[in-house]
């Protein structure tokens, strides 16, 4: 993100590289970047003659280094973005040559998504000297929560840890997914406002009662009413709430609670940064420790790891996805 800031600011200064070749695992900010590009470096006037958009699908690297040589008409730059350039991953090499001099009234996007360049080949060096080349890693999960409380306080918004948490358990870690989400809630919620679980129920259908953050938290305080309850709707609704990811949130809980159980220093900032969540996360540890033995949850991960296997398909004859979450809470309890 800092990264992305910086290039942003330079671009803000006139200090445009020929080359921009974004790449890595997390396209939101290939995305970001090449739109802004896109929206700033000409005027909409200059844009007609000057800017264009090419498609790695549809196009090849000669093509794209042919209209990268043109020069641009009655502006200082002409921009040339090529969007999913990942599918000329066979041939990306061959714009080494233009890399090496690349033309320097021309802005050069390239988005090369999932793909990264091989640091030893000459056209990465070419691009380091001559160019700028980003590459957007994908976040870890116990770094998205993180990512939207920044990206809500540059808005001017604030989150509960809980909302926060919710949208990370149902949106994964896709950015995009999530900015798009959070777009939502900018055109009915005014700035200012700190966002909960009630927004999030309200306004983009995640359930804040009947979900895999509330059936960790009733698992943990052994709360077997309120767990069966949350199971109960699951089955009722498979599709909203798939047995894989309520079997892999629950084993990680019980993998971490492993490792709390192991912790000489338990004090609440030394447990969030030893497990890698929030520290308004950590009293559910706390709580949970004190209804699961170290021992116990050894059995219970055994005994989740047989059950995810069972989900799928291996030594169960197509059991339904109700009589696996109740299988499943059978292990717990």
């Known amino acids: 993100m800092e990264e992305a800031k910086k290039i942003v600011t330079a671009i803000n200064g006139g200090a445009l590289k020929p080359i921009y070749f974004l ?3 997390e396209p939101y900010y290939i995305d970001k970047i090449a739109d802004y590009i896109a929206e700033n470096v000409l005027t909409e006037a200059e844009r007609g003659f000057n800017q264009m958009t090419i498609y790695g699908r549809d196009t090849s690297i000669d093509e794209v280094v042919s209209n990268a040589k043109r020069y641009p008409m009655m502006a200082e730059y002409q921009v040339v973005i090529v969007k999913e350039a990942q599918h000329l991953s066979r041939t990306i090499e061959q714009l080494v040559g233009y890399a090496e001099n690349p033309q320097k009234t021309t802005v050069l996007v390239v988005c090369y998504k999932y793909k990264k360049l091989d640091k030893r080949k000459k056209l990465y060096k070419a691009i380091m000297k001559h160019g700028l080349l980003f590459e957007s890693k994908k976040l870890y999960e116990n770094q998205v929560a993180d990512w ?3 990206v809500l306080s540059g808005k001017g918004y604030k989150i509960t840890p809980k909302a926060a948490a919710l949208l990370v358990e149902f949106l994964g870690t896709d ?5 798009n989400e ?10 200012q406002t700190e966002i909960t679980p009630i927004h999030i129920e309200k306004h983009i259908g995640i359930s804040k009662d009947f979900n895999n953050f509330e059936l960790k938290k009733a ?7 309120k767990a069966t309850r949350i199971i109960t709707y699951f089955g009722q609704n498979p599709k909203d709430n798939p047995f894989v990811l309520t079997i892999s949130l629950l084993y990680n809980f019980f993998t971490q609670l492993l490792r709390y159980h192991g912790l000489t220093d338990r004090s609440s900032g030394q447990v969030a940064k030893a497990l890698g969540v929030n520290p308004y996360f950590v009293n559910e540890y706390q709580i949970a420790s004190k209804n699961y033995p ?5 059995q219970i991960i055994t005994k ?3 059950l995810d296997l069972k989900g799928k398909g291996v030594g169960s004859q197509n059991m339904s996805q109700h009589d696996l979450l109740k299988e499943l809470l059978a292990a717990i309890f």
């Open 23 to 25: 790449m890595g695992d």
């Open 148 to 150: 939207i409380r920044r």
């Open 175 to 179: 950015l995009s997914k999530i900015n």
């Open 182 to 191: 959070l777009e939502k809630l900018f055109l009915v919620i005014d700035r």
């Open 219 to 225: 698992v943990g305080e052994h709360n077997v009413e």
């Open 294 to 298: 170290m021992k116990r949850v050894s």
């Open 304 to 306: 989740l790891r047989n």
